[in-house]
């Protein structure tokens, strides 16, 4: 049955992209991870607490790339023309059962990743998203995930540097797209709560100010491995 699934979902299609990350067809998951590997649409789940520490996952042993390793909490592919968002909720849900319907998108990791035990390679667009969600550990489908933990970010990234290997090698780059753009809405809300509590102009003057809200950042982040 395990063997099933993972045949299964090695059919599926997901979508080719460009340099700019533009569709540009469609091939099989199998076909798009064979050496040297073709660019295609992904996604990055990372769920946090309330306390800020990130779910993660360690990957099944019948993974076909990367078996066995400590990832982020979520990682899959749309279908071509899929919605992105929509496409991590149901994965949530597949691999975790997460019901998760509230996630953002907080930038963009086009990396590329070889598995060193054949011909396998993840060359991804990955589109990094966050949410939030209460601290219960979720039981995951053992055929993908063979277990689930919190960990601080901080402490994830010293242990990242001291045995790689242990981790997927797009963790620390998901990890860092989505940190710094958590540290950019929390200065956006804090402007935001700054400027709610400015006195009022006094009557018959007119207030002064730069013209308001910080810049919001629509670009996407990018790195590569």
């Known amino acids: 049955m395990t063997t099933e699934i993972r045949t299964d979902?090695?059919?599926?299609?997901?979508?080719?992209?460009?340099?700019?990350?533009?569709?540009?067809?469609?091939?099989?998951?199998?076909?798009?991870?064979?050496?040297?590997?073709q660019l295609h649409r992904a996604f990055s789940v990372l769920l946090y607490d309330a306390s800020g520490r990130i779910l993660l996952q360690r990957r099944a042993a019948v993974k076909t790339r990367f078996p066995r390793r400590l990832s982020n909490t979520c990682c899959g592919h749309p279908?071509?023309?899929e919605d992105v968002?929509?496409?991590?909720?149901?994965?949530?849900?597949?691999?975790?059962?997460?019901?998760?319907?509230?996630?953002?998108?907080?930038?963009?990791?086009?990396?590329?990743?070889?598995?060193?035990?054949?011909?396998?390679?993840?060359?991804?667009w990955d589109h990094v998203l966050v949410g939030l969600i209460p601290s219960d550990l979720p039981r995951p489908d053992p055929a993908e995930v063979s277990e689930c933990l919190w960990a601080d970010p901080a402490d994830l990234l010293?242990?990242?540097?001291?045995?790689?290997?242990?981790?997927?090698?797009?963790?620390?780059?998901?990890?860092?797209?989505?940190?710094?753009?958590?540290?950019?809405?929390?200065?956006?809300?804090?402007?935001?709560?700054?400027?709610?509590?400015?006195?009022?102009?006094?009557?018959?003057?007119?207030?002064g100010g730069t013209g308001g809200g910080g810049s919001k950042s629509g670009d996407a982040a990018m790195g590569s491995t």
């Open 9 to 37: 979902r090695e059919t599926l299609l997901v979508e080719l992209v460009d340099e700019h990350g533009r569709a540009i067809g469609a091939r099989s998951v199998a076909d798009a991870h064979r050496a040297p590997g």
């Open 79 to 81: 279908a071509p023309g």
């Open 85 to 124: 968002l929509a496409a991590a909720s149901i994965r949530l849900m597949e691999e975790l059962n997460l019901a998760v319907t509230e996630l953002t998108e907080a930038g963009i990791y086009r990396y590329r990743a070889a598995d060193p035990r054949g011909d396998q390679v993840e060359h991804e």
């Open 158 to 207: 010293e242990d990242i540097s001291a045995a790689p290997d242990s981790y997927t090698p797009w963790l620390s780059g998901v990890l860092d797209i989505a940190t710094r753009a958590a540290d950019f809405m929390q200065a956006d809300s804090k402007e935001a709560l700054d400027r709610e509590h400015l006195p009022e102009p006094s009557k018959g003057t007119r207030s």
